[in-house]
């Protein structure tokens, strides 16, 4: 298992990917599921940015293992911020024109449908939300 903390600031986005891309590359992942990861890291970093500690700037810890049979990564992100389950949050509901939607949603949404699995728990201070994806179609 492979992991990096750093800054839960927007601005260190292209370090953690650049970290999930590499171990990706090594595993052999496809262009087309390493681009629907890309997106669901970028999602959920941001959002642990910008709302998991309140205005003031914590870590953020990602921690990733590639299992061979069948190769899959496992992708855990990790903060002490506010407790929050965002699997909890309804869908939103994408049959309505965009003007009409609520704000917010959208984003764990797509992460929900682009994973194979995606899993929250708060144990010792810390939120834990965990996304699994097969590497080969």
């Known amino acids: 298992m492979s992991e990096l903390t ?11 990917l650049d970290f999930v891309d590499e171990q990706l590359d090594q595993a052999g992942c496809e262009l087309k599921i390493k681009l629907k990861i890309d ?5 959920l970093f941001v959002n642990i940015a910008n ?13 990733m293992d590639i299992t061979p049979d069948p190769l899959k990564a496992t992708i855990t992100f990790i903060d002490n911020g506010t407790p929050f389950n ?5 869908d939103p509901d994408i049959t309505l024109i965009a003007e009409k939607r609520a704000i917010g949603g959208l984003g764990i949404y797509m992460v929900k449908k ?8 708060y144990a010792g201070g810390e939120n834990r939300l965990t996304i699994k994806k097969k ?3």
């Open 39 to 43: 997106i669901a890291v970028e999602e």
């Open 114 to 121: 682009s994973m194979d699995e995606v899993l929250y728990e």
């Open 6 to 16: 750093v800054k839960a600031d927007a601005n260190k986005l292209n370090e953690v």
């Open 51 to 63: 709302y998991a500690y309140k205005g003031i700037v914590g870590n953020a810890t990602i921690c």
């Open 86 to 90: 965002p699997l909890k949050k309804p």
């Open 135 to 137: 590497l080969l179609a």
